[in-house]
């Protein structure tokens, strides 16, 4: 976890309109309160817990929620205040740990404050302007292609009339072509953005990695320099190993985290699938993990591992991929 401190928690539950959000006291004292997710209730929000507070700084944190939770943490970002995204797993895994009874959003509020208290996450950091316009269309062309794919599943059923059909077919065309334009807009804001650009041009160095997937790395990928390490990286997309071991009897399959951004981890799937026949590196990675004993699928989810490493040697290293870069460092 990372390194910020502070006399005074606040644990917010996040829903579409409501924040629920509970401040702990270093003596163990608490206060309870719910605000509106708006504008208006994010300062009447900063507002208590600065009242609350008593004038001690205060630590706010709230789980990733999607479109809820990126409004009032960049309120609070922009406000001055440390504030703190957690993964919902690891604020589940806390709260079950310190013996949590009730699902209220009470209770989480409290829970997630207990979890900033404890576990000290690292500060969080709205992501540049051209970073966020990016990820919006990057997540709608997501958007419009998982519909488009589940219209033309329709087209299976035996139950459709001729007309419904056309409607169908109609349907998954409009889809594909709206889907098609929004990664065209993606595709000029890159052009237009010279940081942007020049990352995605290395992205692209990666066989495997087409215009795509750099712009879905470039969209839900952390700076660089926020990440301390490629394995953060892999780690931050839930695809750090996870072991299954205890004593000598507890020994089951170790597995992928899965605790992490699954837009970037689903991003990653079918490229990997292309790099580990094309990819000179992930292709030799991947003929060694079947070859001893590795299943397939567990294979491939290594070279996914492998893959979103290797996008973050490109872009810490500020030079295009090749393969045999790893031969070439000094002893």
Known sequence: MGQPTAAASVGIDVAKATLDACLLLPGGQARAAAFANDP???????????????????????????????PPATALSDAGRLVSVANPARVKAHATAAGQGNKTDPADARAVAEFARDRRPPAWRPPAPEVRELQALVRRRDDLREMAA???ARLDSPVLTRAARKSVERAVKFLGREADRVQAAADDL??????????????????????????????????????????????????????????????????????????????????????????????????????????????????????????????????????????????
């Not at 300062?43 to 600065?50: E, K, N, R, S, T």
């Not at 789980?63 to 809820?68: D, L, M, N, Q, V």
């Open 40 to 70: 208006a209730g994010h300062a009447a929000l900063i507002a208590w817990a600065d009242r609350h507070a008593g004038g001690l700084p205060a630590h706010f944190c709230l789980e990733a929620t999607g479109p809820y939770s990126d």
């Open 190 to 331: 890159i052009a237009a953005a010279p940081a942007l650009k020049a990352d995605r041009d290395l992205l692209a160095s990666i066989p495997g990695v087409g215009a795509q997937t750099a712009s879905t790395v470039l969209a839900e990928l952390p700076p660089v320099e926020r990440l301390p390490s490629a394995q953060a990286a892999a780690a931050y997309a839930g695809l750090a190993p996870r072991e299954f071991r205890s004593g000598v009897s507890v020994r089951r399959r170790t597995r992928l985290s899965k605790a992490g951004n699954a837009r970037l981890r689903k991003a990653l799937y079918l490229p990997t699938q292309t790099a580990v026949r094309f990819n000179p590196l992930l292709k030799g990675f991947f003929e060694r993990l079947v070859k001893a004993g590795k299943p397939k699928m567990a294979a491939v989810g290594a070279c996914m591992r492998k893959l979103v490493m290797l996008c973050y040697g490109v872009l810490k290293n500020r030079a295009p991929f090749d393969p045999a870069w790893a031969s070439k460092k000094a002893p």
């Open 150 to 152: 589940r219209e033309k």
